[in-house]
């Protein structure tokens, strides 16, 4: 059984940084790949950043070079380093993984398995 659980949202002003973390268990022989992907109300999601499990990384153009997405699976956590934030990144954000047959990359909608999220928000 798949089970992802974030946590470390909540309130910055614009500038600031956070960390989200994502706990997970039954992902390690199952995926190619995690994600943190955010949503905000009346809005599409958006994947964010990708790490395959070989530690290769992709971001979208809206937080390259500002967020960084690391996986430590020894202890069966991702991370999301969020810095230099803005109001427009005001999101819930999910941590995902896939269902191990293939990398959905930025394809939001074929994350098979998907956390709670956690709230991000950011004054100006």
């Known amino acids: 059984q798949v089970q992802l659980a974030e946590s470390g949202g909540g309130s910055v002003q614009a500038g600031g940084s956070l960390r989200l973390s994502c706990s997970f268990s039954?992902?390690?022989?199952?995926?190619?790949?995690m994600a943190w992907i955010r949503q905000v109300p009346g809005k599409g999601r958006e994947v964010a950043a990708v790490?395959?499990?070989?530690?290769?990384?992709a971001y979208s153009n809206s937080v390259k070079g500002r967020f960084t997405i690391s996986l430590d699976n020894a202890k069966n956590t991702l991370h999301f380093q969020l810095n230099s934030l803005n109001p427009e990144d005001t999101a819930t954000y999910y941590c995902?993984?896939?269902?191990?047959?293939?990398?959905?990359?930025?394809?939001?909608?074929?994350?098979?398995?998907w956390g709670q999220g956690t709230q991000v928000t950011v004054s100006s």
């Open positions: 995902a993984a896939d269902g191990g047959d293939w990398c959905p990359g930025f394809n939001s909608a074929s994350y098979k398995y």
């Open positions: 039954g992902v390690k022989y199952r995926s190619r790949c």
């Open positions: 790490i395959w499990t070989g530690g290769s990384t």
